[in-house]
């Protein structure tokens, strides 16, 4: 069981899974969504009279314990987590409507380490470098 924010909606109750290269990965936190740019657009006044867009900017986090990511490292080129190609990852969940909600993230690892603490079930979150974050891709 994991938790979920989405686009900053927290979600208590999830059920996600991750396979990479055939092997499932236990998650247990995951954070992601989109942000696009916005500005004022100002004239002769001192006041805003319009705004507009700019880019869309993805993002993700995960935490993985650290029983799963060990085998992967140990099968990544050169030991390291940051060698693996991109991946998706998908994201099933039920929301507050009691509706199956799945996601998928292009992403790929953006940092790799160790955090160890005096807790069972040593887990680390890691900083994804998402490509797309892609909403409601099944009805």
Known sequence: MATITRNGKA???ADCECFMNA????ITTATY???QEHQLNHGLGSNASSWSRGKITPSCTIGIMMHDITPIELA???GSILNIAPFYMVFTFTNEFNIIVTDRVLVK???EGREV???MGLKKEYTMFALKVELNVAA
């Open 11 to 13: 979600y208590d109750s």
């Open 23 to 26: 092997v499932p990965i236990e």
């Open 33 to 35: 969504g989109n942000e």
């Open 76 to 78: 990544a080129k050169g």
């Open 109 to 111: 690892f953006q940092n």
């Open 117 to 119: 603490t005096g807790e």
